[in-house]
Nanobody, 121 residues
Framework: QVQLVESGGGLVQPGGSLRLSCAASGSIFSIDAMGWYRQAPGKQRELVARITSGGSTNYADSVKGRFTISRDNAKNTVYLQMNSLKPEDTAVYSC???????????????WGQGTQVTVSS
């Protein structure tokens, strides 16, 4: 069974920084892409950033220049460095893995449980 576990959320003041981590486990051979999504109260979930196994990235326009996604393929871990945080970044951030090849088969998509990020003074 594939599991994704996020960490690093919390409360931060505007202008501050946080680093989120998401580790995938479960006899995994490879993961095609990993990404971070967020959902604020009353809003739809949106893509924040995504990175492929080859290192190609894409970002939401609202976070370009402030957030950086990276991954360690050997550890099946993805990171999201968030700088210059704004109150509008407040949301539950969830990790997603696409195209997971593991010991027992293939998983199209898997989600973590989410971690709260609150930007407030």
């Amino acid at each position: 069974q594939v599991q994704l576990v996020e960490s690093g959320g919390g409360l931060v003041q505007p202008g501050g920084s946080l680093r989120l981590s998401c580790a995938a486990s479960g006899s995994i051979f490879s993961i095609d892409a990993m990404g971070w999504y967020r959902q604020a109260p009353g809003k739809q979930r949106e893509l924040v950033a995504r990175i492929t196994s080859g290192g190609s990235t894409n970002y939401a326009d609202s976070v370009k220049g402030r957030f950086t996604i990276s991954r360690d393929n050997a550890k099946n871990t993805v990171y999201l460095q968030m700088n210059s945080l704004k109150p509008e970044d407040t949301a539950v951030y969830s990790c997603n893995a696409e195209g997971v090849r593991h010991k027992f088969g293939y998983l199209i998509s898997s989600w973590g449980q989410g971690t709260q990020v609150t930007v407030s003074s």
